[in-house]
Every structure is written in C-alpha cells, then in structure tokens.
C-alpha cells in the first residue's frame, strides 16, 4: 500500500535503525540489482503519488543550476542575469543552486515555470542513476520524498528484509 505524503512523515522517526540494517542488508546484494529494482519499482510508485499535493522537494531542496538555467529563471523574473545571480543563486564550490527556500517558483505546491523548470527538478527524485546503493542521497531523500520512502519500502519486501517483530 503506498503511503501518502501526510502518511509517511509520522513514519519517518521510527525508521532509522531499521534503515542502518537495511543498508547492510543491501550489501548482499550486486549494485546492478539493486538499480534494476529500483527502477522498475520508482515506474510503479511514481504514477500513484500526486506531486501537487506534496511539494516537498520545491520546498526543502535547493535544485542545481546550469548557467543557462540561471539566465532562462532571471529572464523569466524580468531580472537582469547578474542581479538575479547576486539574490538568488548560491554555489557550493562545485555548481550553482537556487537559495531560496521554499522556491521562489513554487505557487500553492505547484511549480509556476513547470515547462522551463530546471534540469535538476524534473529528475528528481533522481531514481533512474547508477549505483543507488551507494547513494548518500538515496536516504536523504527517503526523508522527503514520498515516492523515495515508498520505493525504499517495497524494495525492504521485494529483498525479503525484516525487521524487528
Ligand atoms: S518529487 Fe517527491 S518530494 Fe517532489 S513533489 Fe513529488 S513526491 Fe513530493
Ligand atoms: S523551479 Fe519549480 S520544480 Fe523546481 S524547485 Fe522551484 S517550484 Fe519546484
């Protein structure tokens, strides 16, 4: 049964330890595997969560940019590129991102330049990569993404993992 974003957050708590003997239960297992799993399990969750209920992603990450991206989201603003740089964009010592959060772009859970949204929103959660095993952000996501915490779930039974009674 595939849990809701209002249902997994009270879930999430309870879930650390079990997910310390998860992530070695993992190691019994190929890396290829595991993507194939995986994938094949994020193109049955994905379609049964409504993102427009949930949002979180808009409103606790802070998506990466190109430097295209950052012209394409100043123009859409009617800023100049520079200026909106100066406000909006961070970087990380490795690549641009978006700093404001919840997003600036984000409209009652709706993203208000879907068709133009960065490269980086419309991959997330980013569950078609390889190696998700050793994935940090596999777990941070768990804890924001619904469909992460779902897919993470059914994986626990497809690998006949259990934990505790
Ligand atoms: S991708 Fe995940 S976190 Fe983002 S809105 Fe959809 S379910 Fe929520
Ligand atoms: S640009 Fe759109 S999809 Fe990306 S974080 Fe902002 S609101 Fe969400």
């Not at 804890?143 to 915490?149: A, E, L, N, R, S």
Request: glycine share 4%; aromatic share 10%; charged share 25%.
């Amino acid at each position: 049964m595939v849990k809701s974003p209002e249902e997994m957050q009270p879930l999430l708590a309870s879930k650390n330890i079990e997910n310390m003997f998860f992530k070695k239960h993992l190691r019994n297992f190929k890396s290829e595997y595991i993507d194939k799993s995986i994938h094949a399990l994020s193109e049955q969750i994905t379609p049964k969560i409504d993102c427009t209920t949930c949002a979180n992603c808009c409103k606790k990450l802070e998506p990466g940019l190109e430097e295209q991206e950052v012209i394409t989201l100043a123009n859409l603003k009617n800023i100049e590129p520079h200026i909106f740089k100066h406000q909006f964009v961070g970087f990380d010592g490795d690549a641009n991102y978006l700093k404001t959060k919840p997003c600036m772009f984000l409209n009652d859970c709706k993203c208000s330049i879907y068709q133009q949204r960065p490269n980086a929103c419309s991959g997330y959660p980013h569950l078609d990569a390889k190696d998700m095993k050793y994935k940090r952000s596999l777990w941070s996501n768990y804890t924001i993404c619904p469909i992460v915490f779902n897919v993470i779930e059914e994986l626990k039974s497809e690998l006949k993992f259990t934990y505790g009674s």
